[in-house]
């Protein structure tokens, strides 16, 4: 008997049949999202991208799962960015200086006395500046899921508090290699010496350097209080990072489930700082105990009038999104208590 020929697909049917198929050319087949770190699985950045790695389960329905990779795992720092961007790493935390040639509008946040304190900072980070910068950021081919502490960077010397203008004068310091940071130093009237970070305990000890300046846990962890016990907050670099997702991934996800990670990185974020700030406390106890001799800064002026080299370039920057960056923070900065 000859066969019957198979009916042809109505409209309705053939419309669908091609929708599902462009949806399942965009939509992310079931799979593991691997997130980069610098830094060790008990620091409170790991910990954070834990918190945020735990919701991405539940937030698609168990299809995907996530895991943080610490200790540049899954790639050197210097290729992180470029390999999120192509979606090899789905989600990383990084600091705001690796972006500053793709999104020039960062590097407003990382010019010295341009936030009072860590405080201030957030709460233009949650608000609009964040919004603007994020906007920036998606251009560049990654979402922002949430701000988190950098640190606030500080001074510390071997035998006495750098806390006044004059206490700078000629003292040698090490900085890294980072034009910004040279500058600063020099312009505080001090000697900046660019050391690498590894090599900064061996010139501390040989006299080679009489300081340098970073936040209290890697002050901390690299024995740097054994050698240079007088540790001043002189908050010169309140800086955030970010947990940033590759657009590539986020493009793959329906709209649902970026909503819910996008509030997963936001809480993430809000619990990386309550550690980072409960993990100070309890570091400066710590090494109270071992000697170590803190002191508060003092007036910001004599400082801030000293950058202004470091200031002209964002007063005349071509870049209408830094020019509005740079006009929330000073609004707010007008705002802030000065001590």
Do not use: C
Request: charge should be positive; charged fraction near 20%; glycine fraction near 8%.
């Amino acid at each position: 008997m000859a066969l019957l020929p198979l009916p042809k697909p109505s409209t309705l049917a053939r419309a669908a049949l091609l929708l599902s198929l462009a949806l399942g050319a965009h939509t992310l087949a079931a799979r593991e999202l691997r997130g980069w770190s610098v830094h060790a699985d008990d620091y409170p950045v790991n910990m954070g991208m834990q918190r945020f790695a735990d919701v991405v389960g539940p937030a698609t329905q168990g299809k995907h799962s996530a895991r943080v990779y610490g200790n540049s795992q899954l790639a050197p720092q210097g290729a992180v960015l470029e390999k999120i961007t192509s979606g090899e790493i789905d989600f990383a935390e990084v600091g705001v200086v690796g972006y500053g040639e793709k999104v020039p509008a960062l590097r407003v946040l990382g010019v010295p006395y341009m936030f009072h304190g860590s405080e201030q900072m957030f709460a233009l980070l949650d608000g609009e500046l964040g919004n603007l910068l994020a906007a920036e950021l998606e251009k560049a081919g990654v979402i922002l899921l949430g701000w988190y502490d950098g640190g606030t960077r500080n001074f510390y010397h071997r035998s006495k508090p750098l806390r006044a203008l004059s206490d700078f004068a000629d003292v040698k310091l090490r900085v890294g290699n980072t034009k910004t940071h040279i500058d600063m130093v020099n312009a505080m009237g001090a000697k900046a010496v660019p050391i690498a970070f590894k090599d900064t305990y061996k010139s501390i000890e040989d006299g080679g350097v009489e300081g340098a300046e970073n936040n209290l846990p890697s002050y901390e962890s690299t024995g740097h209080y054994k050698l240079a016990p007088h540790y001043s907050f002189t908050q010169h670099l309140v800086s955030p990072e970010m947990l940033i997702l590759s657009k590539k991934t986020w493009d793959q996800l329906s709209k649902p489930e970026q909503a819910r990670l996008l509030e997963a990185g936001r809480q993430s974020a809000r619990f990386m700082r309550e550690e980072w700030n409960r993990r100070l406390k309890e570091i400066q106890a710590r090494l109270s105990k071992q000697g170590v001799k803190f002191y508060n800064g003092s007036d910001y002026g004599p400082f801030v009038r000293r950058m202004k080299p470091l200031y002209e370039p964002l007063w005349t920057a071509s870049d209408p999104v830094s020019r509005r960056a740079l006009s929330l923070i000073l609004a707010s900065m007008a705002q802030a208590p000065t001590r």
